[in-house]
């Protein structure tokens, strides 16, 4: 099955600094989904971004499908910006399902 | 509602125990799936609904676990004669299930099994 890696696994980052966190795939994906989980274990949607770019306020994401990878910038990081960044890749097939990655853990320290 | 909803939120139950977890999908959703997250497997996918087809059931991880939905809206997760490694959180979303299968999630319910 198609595997999916995050890195760096953990980043600690000072409240006004940016950030990049990759995904990387190992197949061709249909879909592709950046979520936050917030301290409360909510799986927040960031981006729906099979391919191409989107920007949401201070986040933006990237996705180079023939690439195989997808980077989520963060850029003026908050510190209700902590939590856990999951990538979640749809690998298509009859089921829909998402495979995540193991996550980019954050903390942004004031 | 607004967004998917379970219940309850936290269940702690005794090694042996069946147990039944809800999730209400958002309204005009046709997709659910179910999805685990434990500290030692990360977040994995037990089963998949979609309108009327028949579930896929490949994720479930025993013969203990079952899932329904009825009226293609509401569905049950039961875990039967529950162990202490079926402790997880339990996560239920939801999508239209079009060109953009963009799925929302709902709060989890968290297993504990003493």
């Known amino acids: 099955g198609i595997q999916v890696e995050q890195s760096p696994p953990d980043l600690i980052l000072q409240e006004g600094a940016n950030s990049t966190l990759r995904c990387n795939f190992s197949d061709s994906v249909n879909n592709l989904q950046w979520f936050h989980q917030n301290p409360w274990g909510q799986l927040i949607n960031l981006f729906y971004?099979?391919?191409g770019t989107k920007q949401n306020g201070r986040l933006s994401a990237t996705t180079v499908a023939t690439e195989r990878y997808s980077l989520l910038y963060i850029s003026s990081s908050q510190t209700t910006d902590s939590g856990v960044y999951f990538c979640?890749?749809?690998?298509?097939?009859?089921?829909?399902?998402?495979?995540f990655g193991t996550g980019t853990l954050l903390a942004v320290q004031p | 509602g607004a967004g998917v909803s379970q219940s309850p939120s936290n269940k702690v139950t005794e090694k042996g125990k069946d147990v039944e977890l809800r999730c209400d999908p958002i309204?005009?959703?046709?997709?659910l799936y179910w999805y685990r997250q434990s500290l030692g497997q990360g977040l994995e996918f037990l089963i998949y609904f979609q309108g009327n087809s028949a579930p896929d059931k490949s994720g479930l991880p025993s013969d203990r676990f079952s899932a329904e939905r009825t009226g293609g809206s509401v569905s049950t997760l039961t875990i039967q004669r529950t162990q202490q490694e079926d402790s997880a959180v339990y996560l239920c979303?939801?999508?239209?299930?079009?060109?953009?299968?963009?799925?929302?999630f709902g709060p989890g319910t968290r297993l504990t099994v003493l």
């Open positions: 971004i099979p391919s």
């Open positions: 979303a939801s999508s239209r299930q079009t060109d953009q299968n963009e799925q929302f």
């Open positions: 309204s005009g959703h046709t997709a």
């Open positions: 979640a890749v749809e690998g298509g097939g009859a089921t829909n399902k998402l495979i």
